[in-house]
C-alpha cells in the first residue's frame, strides 16, 4: 500500500514540476469566487464543529482519558 502511494506521489510531482510556463491571470471575478468558496469552507467546518462538538469532545476524552477497566 505504501508504495502504490509512493508512487502516485511521485508521479503528481513530476507531472507538477515538469509544467511549461503558462500564460494566464486571475480577474476580479476569479478571486471574488476563490474568495466565496474559502468563507464557504471555513463557515462549514465551522458549522459542522457546532453540531458535533458533545461527539468531537467526547471522542479526545476517550483518547487522552483511557483508564483501566477493571
Given at each position: 500500500?505504501?508504495?502504490?502511494?509512493?508512487?502516485?506521489?511521485?508521479v503528481?510531482?513530476?507531472i507538477l514540476?515538469?509544467?511549461?510556463?503558462?500564460?494566464?491571470?486571475?480577474?476580479p471575478?476569479s478571486?471574488?469566487?476563490?474568495?466565496?468558496?474559502?468563507?464557504?469552507?471555513?463557515?462549514?467546518?465551522?458549522l459542522?464543529?457546532?453540531?458535533?462538538?458533545?461527539n468531537?469532545?467526547l471522542?479526545?476524552k476517550?483518547?487522552?482519558?483511557?483508564?483501566?477497566?477493571?
Amino acid at each position: 500500500m505504501k508504495r502504490k502511494i509512493r508512487i502516485i506521489f511521485m508521479v503528481f510531482c513530476g507531472i507538477l514540476f515538469s509544467s511549461k510556463n503558462v500564460y494566464a491571470y486571475l480577474d476580479p471575478g476569479s478571486g471574488s469566487y476563490i474568495l466565496q468558496i474559502l468563507i464557504g469552507v471555513l463557515l462549514g467546518g465551522a458549522l459542522a464543529m457546532k453540531l458535533f462538538w458533545s461527539n468531537i469532545k467526547l471522542f479526545f476524552k476517550n483518547l487522552f482519558c483511557r483508564e483501566k477497566k477493571q
